[in-house]
């Protein structure tokens, strides 16, 4: 069974910093789409930021300049570093896998969310 396990995610001041960690296993994770997403309370979940199997990074509007994400294939890892957070960054985040097995076949995998919560 696939696994992605989220790890990082805490309460901080704004304009402090946080790494999530995201752990896959059982996928084959080189060639796998990584992203992080995020939902906030009462709000829809939302693209943060994604990072193809060739290490291509895109990122969502409001986090450009401030978020990098990451991946290490040796490790079966993706990273997020949160710098200059602000309090409309608090929501849970989310880990996604998304593994091309064929044209018509795309399997998305998410992991159980972590929480970040940023104070004024």
């Known amino acids: 069974q696939v696994q992605l396990v989220e790890s990082g995610g805490g309460l901080v001041q704004a304009g402090g910093s946080l790494r999530l960690s995201c752990a896959a296993s059982?996928?084959?994770?080189?060639?796998?789409?990584m992203g992080w997403y995020r939902q906030a309370p009462g709000k829809q979940r939302e693209l943060v930021a994604t990072i193809t199997s060739g290490g291509l990074p895109n990122y969502a509007d409001s986090v450009k300049g401030r978020f990098t994400i990451s991946r290490d294939n040796a490790k079966n890892t993706v990273y997020l570093q949160m710098n200059s957070l602000i309090p409309e960054d608090t929501a849970v985040y989310y880990c996604?896998?998304?593994?091309?097995?064929?044209?018509?076949?795309?399997?998305?995998?998410w992991g159980q969310g972590t929480q970040v919560t940023v104070s004024s």
């Open positions: 059982r996928i084959p994770f080189s060639i796998a789409a």
């Open positions: 996604n896998a998304r593994v091309t097995v064929s044209k018509a076949t795309i399997n998305d995998y």
